[in-house]
């Protein structure tokens, strides 16, 4: 199986300042015949289900907002929140679907210092 | 829209069975893979188990093979997952969600449902 590690577990960061949250997989999920990485974001908050985020590492899933971006490729993968709001207080997880079982990270804590 | 409506959760005893239910509407059912996935308390994500969009595969953890079955019926967008042998360690939030990528079984996973809550206890 393909473990996912989070780092930070938890960051707490300042409202409009930056948040990068870092994915690291024990394998690559790197595709080279679609030069596609199989990797994605997930944000949920208290109560409610998971939302996708981010696809292919680095494409935003339809409406969300342009502040979240993803990049990456191999096994290092970064979610970066450019400009942290008070709504983006949630925990993060990475997952890869390169191959099966499907396997997230164990999530990241984001809160506003 | 998408909706995905989970039911039928409750407290069961170890060893007992209990399953439950997924009923989607908003989209074209039958063209879409669809999982099971779970949340322990406090704890992370893990997925359980998948069917194929045709329902002629199915996929499983490790956690769970020999235990779970998933199934689903296309003409009344539903889905299943019958759970057996039930464990304390089952005791989770068990959501549904849809394969973003449609077909693959393999895929980011756009829509989920609100959950239903298993509790194993004696």
């Known amino acids: 199986d393909i473990v996912m590690t989070q780092s930070p577990d938890s960051l707490a960061v300042s409202l409009g300042e930056r948040a990068t949250i870092n994915c690291k997989s024990s394998q690559s999920v790197f595709y080279s015949s679609n030069n596609k990485n199989y990797l994605a974001w997930y944000q949920q908050k208290p109560g409610q289900p998971p939302m996708l985020l981010i696809y292919?590492?680095?494409t935003r899933e339809s409406g969300v907002p342009d502040r979240f971006s993803g990049s990456g490729s191999g096994t290092d993968f970064t979610l970066t929140i450019s400009s942290l709001q008070a709504e983006d207080v949630a925990l993060y997880y990475c997952?890869?679907?390169?191959?099966?079982?499907?396997?997230f990270g164990q999530g990241t804590k984001v809160e506003i210092k | 829209q998408v909706q995905l409506v989970e039911s039928g959760g409750g407290v069961v005893q170890p060893g007992r069975s209990l399953r439950i239910s997924c009923a989607a509407s908003g989209f074209t059912y039958s063209d879409y893979s669809m999982c099971w996935l779970r949340q322990a308390p406090g704890k992370g994500l893990e997925w359980v188990a998948t069917v194929s969009y045709g329902g002629s595969d199915t996929y499983y953890a490790d956690t769970v093979k020999g235990r779970f079955t998933v199934s689903r019926d296309n003409s009344k967008n539903t889905m299943n997952l019958q759970m057996n042998s039930l464990r304390a360690e089952d005791t989770a939030v068990y959501y549904c969600?849809?394969?973003?990528?449609?077909?693959?079984?393999?895929?980011?996973?756009?829509?989920w449902g609100q959950g239903t809550l298993v509790i194993v206890s004696s």
């Open positions: 292919w590492a680095s």
């Open positions: 969600a849809r394969a973003h990528l449609g077909t693959l079984v393999l895929s980011p996973l756009d829509y």
């Open positions: 997952q890869q679907y390169y191959s099966g079982p499907q396997t």
